[in-house]
T-cell receptor, first 110, second 115 residues
Framework: KNEVEQSPQNLTAQEGEFITINCSYS?????LHWLQQHPGGGIVSLFM???GKKKHGRLIATINIQEKHSSLHITASHPRDSAVYIC????????????FGKGTHLIIQP | DAGITQSPRHKVTETGTPVTLRCHQT?????MYWYRQDPGHGLRLIHY?????DTDKGEVSDGYSVSRSKTEDFLLTLESATSSQTSVYFC????WGQGARNTIYFGEGSWLTVV
């Protein structure tokens, strides 16, 4: 069973700061997802990575397959970025879905 | 947005009563999942389905059963609800494998309180 660890668990920052959230996993994967969950809200997939780096607006996600590690970066953070960010990995054929980290609770203060 | 809906969205029920949550999709995705989300645990898999009438247990399946009689519907049943089953329940759909988008879509969640 893949073990997924995220750090930090909680992060409070000021508006405009550069944010980094880290994710490590124990077993080789076929893909890694970064998910976002706003308070009381649903869960949306931000990125799906199998190698390299992806960018969407102010969000950047990277993955190092050899080191079993991924990072999610937020540039010029804004209060609307406040949410829980969840790392999830897909192993094997995927029938039993993703294995999730416990999430990073991010608060961006104005 | 992917076509996935959960019902009911909120429910309060008494201990010992049966409860059924419904997940409905319009995307024709093969895989469907039921997760529960609890503080300190993150999302945990209850049951999943890889086709009509094809289901399997996840890591926290005790006290839950599922059925999938049509591609679009995946039902989660608590046969006799207990307070430990108070949680937020998320349904998800996906397609995995070669040629697939390898992405996942979640429903908006069902808040269940067992009193």
């Amino acid at each position: 069973k893949n073990e997924v660890e995220q750090s930090p668990q909680n992060l409070t920052a000021q508006e405009g700061e550069f944010i980094t959230i880290n994710c490590s996993y124990s077993v080789g994967i076929s893909a890694l997802h970064w998910l976002q969950q706003h308070p009381g809200g649903g869960i949306v997939s931000l990125f799906m990575l199998s190698s390299g780096k992806k960018k969407h607006g102010r969000l950047i996600a990277t993955i190092n397959i050899q080191e079993k590690h991924s990072s999610l970066h937020i540039t010029a953070s804004h209060p609307r970025d406040s949410a829980v960010y969840i790392c999830a990995v897909l192993s094997g054929g995927g029938a039993d879905g993703l294995t999730f980290g416990k999430g990073t609770h991010l608060i961006i203060q104005p | 947005d992917a076509g996935i809906t959960q019902s009911p969205r909120h429910k309060v029920t008494e201990t010992g009563t049966p409860v059924t949550l419904r997940c409905h999709q319009t995307e024709n995705h093969r895989y469907m999942y039921w997760y529960r989300q609890d503080p300190g645990h993150g999302l945990r898999l209850i049951h999943y389905s890889y086709g009509v009438k094809d289901t399997d247990k996840g890591e926290v399946s005790d006290g839950y059963s599922v059925s999938r009689s049509k591609t679009e519907d995946f039902l989660l049943t608590l046969e006799s609800a207990t307070s430990s089953q108070t949680s937020v329940y998320f349904c998800a759909i996906s397609e995995w494998g070669q040629g697939a988008r390898n992405t996942i879509y979640f429903g908006e969640g069902s808040w269940l309180t067992v009193v």
